[in-house]
């Protein structure tokens, strides 16, 4: 199984500013995706993200705010910019088994946006 | 589009009773895998069972069920002789397609409480 590590487990940011989650996984995967839990709701995936082409945003979700780097085929980067309270959420990065079925979740950042 | 409904938003079940957690979903797609995750407040997203549209039988993993009636459209997870570890959040999700390299999209969870 993949091993997820997320980089900050949580963070308490200032409106207007911009944070960078890293998410790093121990094997080489095609896809990765990134979700948005917001408090007290489900999953929304926010993009996908595959290595060498621009990643595909899901529908309420832009560039702009939501920058995503994939590098590699073991790191991605999602930026949550100009931050607003509204964003406040856990941020979640996903890849898919190559070989099996499973999908398999990173611990998640915890953001609290004051 | 593909839709996950979960309609029991809480569930309270005494200690070593099974409990069902219903899941209906709608896909256009022949192909697809329906999903159980479990969400401890910890906030980490445990994957529990899967079951890929094809599979004749119903997937079993120890104490995990998965009731699945095609015709139906319904996923629903059984936890057999519950525990207090099984208090959680328990997302029913869907994948179409075969390949992980496709988006899994989830229901609106269901919080089950185990009363001692």
């Known amino acids: 199984s993949a091993v997820i590590s997320q980089k900050p487990s949580r963070d308490i940011c200032q409106r207007g500013t911009s944070l960078t989650i890293q998410c790093q996984v121990d094997?080489?995967?095609?896809?990765m995706f990134w979700y948005r839990q917001q408090p007290g709701q489900s999953l929304t995936l926010i993009a996908t993200a595959n290595q060498g082409s621009e990643a595909t945003y899901e529908s309420g979700f832009v560039i702009d705010k939501f920058p995503i780097s994939r590098p590699n085929l073991t790191f991605s980067t999602l930026t949550v910019s100009n931050m607003s309270p509204e964003d406040s959420s856990i941020y979640l990065c996903?890849?898919?088994?190559?070989?099996?079925?499973?999908?398999?979740f990173g611990p998640g950042t915890r953001l609290t946006v004051t | 589009a593909q839709k996950i409904t979960q309609t029991q938003p809480g569930m309270f079940v005494q200690e070593k009773e099974a409990v069902t957690l219903d899941c209906t979903y709608d896909t256009s797609d022949q192909s697809y895998g329906l999903f159980w995750y479990k969400q401890p407040s910890s906030g980490e997203m445990i994957f529990l069972i899967y079951q890929g549209s094809y599979d004749e039988q119903n997937a079993t993993e120890g104490r995990y069920s998965l009731n699945f009636q095609k015709a139906r459209k319904s996923a629903n997870l059984v936890i057999s002789a519950s525990q207090l570890g099984d208090s959680a959040m328990y997302f029913c999700?869907?994948?179409?397609?075969?390949?992980?390299?496709?988006?899994?999209?989830f229901g609106s969870g269901t919080r089950l409480s185990i009363r001692p």
């Open positions: 094997s080489q995967v095609t896809m």
């Open positions: 996903s890849v898919g088994d190559r070989l099996h079925y499973e999908q398999y």
């Open positions: 999700a869907m994948r179409e397609e075969y390949s992980s390299a496709s988006k899994i999209i």
